[in-house]
């Protein structure tokens, strides 16, 4: 069992900057691959960014891509999201996951792939 906990949300300028993070509880949390997801309203949820258990593999989505970061802190079981440059299109509700399976090399990408999943955060970026 993990529980994820987002903050760092709020409302921003075009251009501006935000930092999200993910504090993970549980005795498996350091051992699990973390993402983030966004869903903007009437849209799916879309994959943001997301990094293996131990950091050494990370992967940012497309529409997000030269603008975002992802990286993890595992002595203190966080996970955060360095958001750049922001734009109006990227206002969505962010969401922290972790990954169904440990120890897994590589970044899954899909909202399936993820088992446990934050309340979520909002994150509005005015024009």
């Known amino acids: 069992q993990v529980q994820l906990v987002e903050s760092g949300g709020g409302l921003v300028q075009t251009g501006g900057s935000l930092r999200l993070s993910c504090a993970a509880d549980?005795?498996?949390?350091?051992?699990?691959?973390m993402g983030w997801f966004r869903q903007a309203p009437g849209k799916e949820r879309e994959f943001v960014a997301g990094?293996?258990?131990?950091?050494?593999?990370?992967l940012v989505g497309p529409s997000v891509y030269g603008r975002f970061t992802i990286a993890r802190d595992n002595a203190k079981n966080t996970v955060f999201l360095q958001m750049s440059s922001l734009k109006p299109e990227d206002t969505a509700v962010y969401y922290c996951?972790?990954?169904?399976?440990?120890?897994?090399?590589?970044?899954?990408?899909?909202?399936?792939?993820?088992?446990?999943w934050g309340q979520g955060t909002q994150v509005t970026v005015s024009s």
């Open positions: 990094i293996n258990w131990n950091g050494g593999n990370s």
């Open positions: 549980g005795r498996t949390a350091g051992s699990v691959g």
């Open positions: 996951a972790a990954d169904s399976r440990a120890y897994r090399a590589v970044v899954m990408t899909t909202p399936g792939d993820y088992k446990y």
